[in-house]
């Protein structure tokens, strides 16, 4: 199995720019989940898909980000306009709906803003 | 609405030593419970998980946690550190509350363990 698949593992862009971000879930998984992740706050939860359908995003910071599921096996999010504040690391995450619940994590996209 | 508290931000012992990272949840449904962790420029690895059956968990890598409901904890301990388990680790719950909740995770803030020869 090769897990969730993320990419770009890094990206590097200037302020104003559109940033897009890609992730892969794990074949099979039913949900699919956007976070942030910043020394200040921690690991955040921005907007998670459930059978490709958004199901929460009020964790979404305003309406500069964006996120679509337009099929079972991948997702984007996408920022626009690009800002400095926005540079963190964005994992993707992916589950099944049954069981206990736990999600594997991609190797995460370290975004820099400048 | 559920949340995780984990005392201690950093934890420092010395190889061969006990491990102990602390963890408190509250919830007002039976929860589900994690340990995850992430070593440095990588994402998220699942250590172990608690699901309603034993309360004693064992996970990957000599790690386990024990659930106690009276105290609303599930610490994560290790009977000898080594080198190799530098790193962060993160508590995390999840209820079933039905709805559209579908078993969302909520994360603790995270502990650093370091781990000196």
């Known amino acids: 199995d090769a897990g969730v698949i993320q990419s770009p593992r890094h990206e590097v862009t200037e302020m104003g720019q559109e940033v897009t971000l890609r992730c892969k879930p794990i074949s099979g998984h039913n949900s699919l989940f956007w976070y942030r992740q910043t020394m200040m706050r921690g690991l955040e939860l921005l907007i998670y898909?459930?059978?490709?359908?958004?199901?929460?995003d009020s964790g979404m910071p305003e309406d500069r980000f964006s996120a679509k599921m337009p099929n079972a096996s991948f997702s984007t999010l996408k920022i626009q306009p690009s800002e400095p504040r926005d540079s963190a690391v964005y994992f993707c995450?992916?589950?099944?709906?049954?069981?206990?619940?736990?999600?594997?994590f991609g190797p995460g996209t370290r975004l820099t803003v400048t | 609405a559920q949340s995780v508290t984990q005392l201690g931000s950093h934890v420092s012992v010395s190889e061969g030593a006990l491990v102990l990272l602390r963890c408190n949840y509250s919830s007002s449904v039976p929860p589900y419970l994690f340990w995850y962790v992430q070593y440095p420029n990588q994402g998220l690895q699942l250590l172990l998980k608690y699901t309603s059956a034993a309360t004693l968990v064992k996970g990957i890598n000599g790690f386990e946690a024990e659930f106690k409901k009276s105290e609303t904890s599930f610490h994560l301990t290790k009977p000898s550190a080594h080198m190799s388990d530098a790193a962060e680790y993160f508590c995390a719950v999840s209820v079933n509350a039905g709805g559209t909740s579908y078993g969302k995770l909520t994360f603790g803030q995270g502990t650093i363990l370091t781990v000196h020869p």
């Open positions: 995450a992916s589950r099944q709906n049954s069981g206990t619940y736990e999600q594997y």
């Open positions: 898909f459930n059978n490709n359908v958004p199901i929460d």
